[in-house]
């Protein structure tokens, strides 16, 4: 018996057997063996059945002239007159079946086995679409390939078994058989053997025994035996599986009792089958009914949601001609359906869109079958909106296009809020103006142009003076209506093109893109001052401002946007330093050509001759005692109509037109009067810094003057320092060096000013014989604020102390900042927390 456990146990869902049955079905071409035994009508009974065994099928074809005539096969052996040895002998014409059945090569092997069924016929030939045969196929060519597997493995095989059990005991005689199988139309006989075993006789042996022509002899020799057997509960597919693998074609069945329950064959495998197959058709057309119902329910739904949508809808077909819009397209467009139906949606072009935006979405919708995006259309009113838009195409079955479906929602309300969103990240919201972040886009943007076009671009820091006092004073209220007005005449005063930006409290930027010349900028620069001077009336106050303006050029100054706003940034600073109300330009030999217009040369040519220069001082401490140490003399000019000129807008005049060099002499000699002065007065150990000019500087005889002053006036050189700047250093080294050693031969000590501005190379100044570093008041400013300038700071301190200088502290304003100063180890403090620069009598007093 055979074991009926091993079996696969995935078990199939019904769905999946409907599926096998309906999708998995091949014609009968692709399974028939494209060979059909054939043999001639005059062919004998016993050489039919002899190749018919031989090759193992189970009929034979009967051809005269090319033309099948009949077929015989396994049933009409049964035929055969066991009993008359010449009926082996007779022709075959006599005894096959005529006419043959035939069906076409590409028939569906479903569709074949109800052919079975109905027609009672175990044998087709196959006839392909010339007319040739192509072989013969029989019921077991069915039960071999029909793809249900899954219903097999579902089924066991007493559900196939059909109570028609034959059984002969083993003394049977083969005619005895043979009538038995005719009468009872079973096609293979149980034997029976006196010890209890089974044999079985099938028609296939039948065909055997007519090619050996046998005739008395008993069933029990003849039969195969044993009889293979299965377990009642097998499954058909593992019963199938067997009788495939053994080349058999019946199998036994026994009860769990181990009694003999049946004997089944393929062809009850296939009537099962067909069973099942119908019913299985049934509940699929069923579902397919219901499918069909709930599908026209979700067409009714579909037609209420898109009636109900608050999307536009419109559905056009191929050609882009509307067929059909919805409600809300014409709540969105104003259009109704009547207006559009049978026109292109070419009416509601806006116009902002040109052909190429099109061309890419036709693009798309071909390629991808959709296309989504923001899309400018026109209402009926003419009025442009914004909509977000879907266009899907739609195909037929047959994957032919037959319309396109938009889908559209109105998005100017979410534009705006978008745009209000924007507005908030890049403008500031007290005054409207772009932030620092949308500056700095711009700049790099007008930079990028700038570059280009090989154009000049001005950077302007202005910065309202004491705008503070009036915050304080007055409220905030009064200070935010002041910056609005001063915003909008600032953004008045400019191009279009140019972009003023408030970068918080009371600062602003101005980027004058594509100036001609520096001059250019400058006016701009001036004029903006002016404006802003006009009294502005707030609340019933009358306010007055004055502005310091900062000015860097790309590309002279910088070509970076962050160094051109530092710079920009350093000149306005320099700006408040001189006296506030002015600007100034980075570059200092541009600050010159500042005041050309002014035709001050004239004046500064007369001033010194007119005794109006002026020394102020300003005191320098010790960090750690807070003692005055040293007075830095720093020049004014006393213009009878300009009032006090800061240094900062004649110097650099006075460094062109060659004036500095007698400026710089008187400037010299009267600090070190003053300072003898001082020392006569008791304060010996004081000492003064003067400031140096380049060109000053580089006068090859620059030392001799300098070493006369001191001697002049009485003093001792090693108690003036001569302050420098770092540029002045790097102009020609080999001469500074030398000009440097003979100072320093003199006695005079050497401070290197502004440092921090310039290059800053420490390892650099190591080669000049220096004293002091005087760390510029833009790194002290930010102290606080900044992590980076603070460490600039400190390490600046430890690197000139490990150098052998001293530091001073430039620009000290608060107590926090001179705090910090002192615990990094700073030696010297000088600003405005101790004292701003004064004048000689009042210097006197912070002795
Ligand atoms: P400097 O040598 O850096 O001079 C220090 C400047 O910083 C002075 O400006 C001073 O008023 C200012 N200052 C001092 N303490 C503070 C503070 O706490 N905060 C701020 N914001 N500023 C402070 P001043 O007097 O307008 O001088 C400007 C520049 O003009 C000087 O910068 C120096 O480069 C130049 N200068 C002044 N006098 C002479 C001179 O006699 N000869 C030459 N060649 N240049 C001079
Ligand atoms: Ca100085
Ligand atoms: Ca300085």
Redesign the pocket.
């Known amino acids: 018996m055979v074991d009926s456990g091993a079996e696969p146990s995935t078990l199939p869902t019904g769905e999946a057997i409907i599926d096998s049955l309906l999708t998995s079905d091949v014609s009968l071409g692709q399974i028939v063996k494209s060979f059909v035994l054939e043999c001639s009508p005059d062919t004998p009974v016993c050489e039919a059945a002899r190749r018919m065994s031989e090759m193992r099928v189970s009929s034979i074809l009967v051809v005269e002239a090319d033309v099948a005539i009949g077929i015989w096969t396994e049933r009409d052996a049964l035929a055969v007159d066991f009993t008359k040895p010449d009926s082996f002998l007779r022709p075959v014409r006599e005894v096959m079946s005529s006419p043959v059945r035939t069906v076409p090569a590409d028939m569906k092997l479903q569709a074949l086995a109800g052919r079975f069924r109905e027609e009672q016929v175990r044998h087709y030939l196959v006839i392909d679409a010339d007319g040739r045969r192509c072989g013969v196929v029989s019921q077991t060519d069915v039960v071999l390939n029909q793809g249900i597997e899954h219903y097999l493995r579902l089924r066991s095989v007493d559900s196939v078994v059909r109570g028609r059990l034959q059984v002969l005991p083993e003394t049977a005689t083969l005619a005895q058989m043979a009538a038995l199988m005719r009468t009872s139309v079973v096609d293979a006989v149980v034997v029976s053997y006196a010890d209890g075993a089974w044999g079985i006789l099938t028609e296939r042996d039948v065909v055997r025994l007519v090619a050996r022509q046998c005739g008395n002899e008993t069933v029990g020799t003849l039969a195969s035996r044993p009889l293979l057997t299965v377990d009642q509960n097998t499954s058909l597919y593992r019963v199938r599986t067997l009788l495939t693998e053994n080349k058999l074609r019946h199998i036994g069945v026994v009860r769990d009792d181990g009694t003999l329950l049946d004997i089944v064959s393929f062809s009850d495998i296939l009537s099962g089958m067909e069973l099942v197959y119908v019913q299985e058709l049934q509940l699929a057309l069923r579902e397919r009914d219901e499918a069909l119902n709930i599908s026209q329910r979700n067409l009714h739904l579909a037609e209420k949601v898109i009636e109900s949508s608050l999307e536009g809808i419109m559905i056009t077909d191929a050609n882009s001609t509307i067929v059909s819009v919805n409600p809300a397209f014409t709540r969105l467009t104003g259009y109704s359906a009547e207006e559009v139906v049978g026109k292109t949606p070419a009416l509601l072009s806006s116009g902002r869109h040109d052909k190429a935006f099109y061309d890419e979405m036709w693009r798309q919708l071909h390629e991808n079958g959709h296309w989504q995006g923001e899309v400018w259309n026109r209402r009926k009113s003419g009025e442009i909106y914004p909509e977000l838009l879907t266009i899907a195409a739609i195909s037929d079955r047959d994957g032919k296009l037959t319309h396109y479906a938009a889908l559209f929602s109105d998005i100017t309300e979410l534009k705006e809020s978008e745009e209000r969103i924007r507005h908030l990240a890049y403008y500031d919201a007290l005054t409207g103006l772009p932030n620092r972040r949308l500056l700095e886009d711009r700049l790099r943007v007008a930079l990028a142009h700038a570059h280009r076009n090989h154009r000049q671009l001005a950077l302007l820091f202005i910065d309202l003076d004491r705008f503070k006092r009036i915050n304080d004073s007055l409220g905030h209220e009064v200070g935010d209506q002041l910056l609005i007005t001063i915003a909008q005449r600032l953004r008045d005063s400019v191009r279009e093109d140019d972009t003023v930006a408030r970068m918080g409290g009371d600062e602003f930027i101005a980027v004058l893109s594509d100036i001609e010349t520096p001059e250019h900028a400058m006016h701009i620069a001036r004029r903006l001052i002016d404006i802003l001077r006009q009294p502005v009336y707030v609340d019933g106050h009358e306010l007055v401002v004055t502005t310091s303006i900062g000015m860097s050029i790309y590309p002279d100054d910088s070509e970076d946007a962050a160094l051109l706003l530092k710079n920009a940034d350093i000149a306005m600073?320099?700006a408040?330093?001189?006296?506030r109300n002015s600007f100034q330009l980075y570059a200092p030999a541009m600050n010159a050509r500042s005041l050309e217009h002014l035709a001050l040369e004239n004046a500064l040519h007369r001033a010194l001759e007119r005794e109006e220069f002026e020394?102020?001082f300003?005191p320098l401490l010790d960090a750690g005692s807070a003692r005055v140490i040293a007075a830095?003399?720093?020049?004014?000019w006393r213009h009878p109509d300009l009032g006090l000129v800061?240094?900062?807008d004649f110097?650099p005049l006075a460094e062109e037109t060659g004036l500095?060099i007698s400026?710089?002499e008187w400037?010299l000699r009267s600090a070190c009067e003053q300072l003898a002065q001082w020392q006569r007065q008791g304060h010996g150990a004081l000492r003064m810094s003067?400031?140096?000019?380049a060109r000053?500087f580089h006068q090859h005889d620059f030392a001799a003057i300098a070493g006369r002053c001191a001697q002049q006036a009485g003093v001792n050189a090693q108690q003036v320092t001569l302050?420098l700047?770092e540029s002045m250093l790097m102009d020609d080294a080999l001469e500074t060096i030398r000009m440097l050693g003979q100072l320093h031969s003199q006695g005079f000590g050497i401070a290197m000013?502004?440092f921090g501005t310039g290059y800053s190379s420490l390892s650099y100044l190591k080669r000049f014989p220096l004293d002091e570093l005087?760390i510029?008041?833009v790194f002290i400013?930010d102290i606080e604020r900044s992590q980076e300038d603070a460490a600039i700071v400190s390490a600046t301190i430890g690197l000139a102390h490990s150098l052998g200088l001293r530091v001073v502290a430039?620009?000290?304003?608060t107590a926090a900042q001179l705090n910090y100063l002192q615990r990094q180890g700073c030696d010297f403090v000088?600003?405005?927390?101790f004292s701003?620069?004064v004048p000689a009598a009042e210097f006197e007093k912070l002795l």
């Open positions: 600073y320099r408040k330093d001189s006296g020394l102020y300003q830095e003399a720093l020049l004014r800061p240094p900062a110097i500095i400026i710089g400037v003067v400031n140096i000019s000053q302050e700047t000013d502004d005087k510029d008041r400013r430039e620009g000290v304003e000088q600003g405005f927390h701003a620069p």
